[in-house]
């Protein structure tokens, strides 16, 4: 098993990056900044917190959760292009938990929505393949409903009797 992370950390950085992108008022230079300070906060927390032979040791202390309170290292990250806490709320969704865990990256909008898988690779790969991935791909059909309280105009109900 490999012991690098970067592929999970690009899954989550590439997803907290598309949701503040999603809701504009973020230039792409400061995407740019902020983009490479969470990936480095997340390597830096998650140096001695990373364990590929149990992928779910340690799995709540790699969670990023947003509850009504920041996560600490996305607020950190924020400051970094001057994005105060208030922005913050503003931009990413109120209720918001990210799982990186080594070979899958997973997340949750709201206590009952749907889990998402961002990011899923095999622990066992041949050496030299690449592990199989989708960085910032958003894999669920709720993806759609991003940002929208309500479902768009274009949106079909069918009801069978």
Not at 68 to 92: E, N, R, T, V
Not at 109 to 114: C, F, L, R, V
Request: with cysteine; net charge positive.
């Amino acid at each position: 098993p490999r012991a690098d992370m970067a592929p999970e950390i690009a899954a989550a950085v590439g997803f907290v990056s598309s949701l503040l992108r999603t809701r504009g008022c973020v230039s792409e230079q400061q995407l740019q900044v902020f983009s490479g300070a969470l990936r480095e906060a997340l390597a830096e927390h998650y140096k001695h917190h990373w364990f590929p032979e149990k992928p779910f040791k340690g799995s709540g202390y790699r969670c990023i959760r947003i509850n009504h309170k920041m996560d600490p290292i996305i607020s950190k990250a924020a400051s970094q292009i001057g994005l105060s806490l208030p922005q913050l709320y503003q931009l990413l969704p109120s209720e918001l938990t990210l799982w990186v865990d080594p070979y899958e990256v997973s997340y949750r909008i709201g206590e009952d929505g749907s889990i998402c898988v961002l990011y899923e690779a095999t622990a066992t790969k041949p050496p030299g393949s690449k592990a199989a991935g989708s960085y910032g791909m958003l894999t669920c059909k709720n993806q759609m409903m991003f940002g929208r309280t309500s479902p768009s105009k274009n949106y079909i109900m069918t009801v069978s009797s």
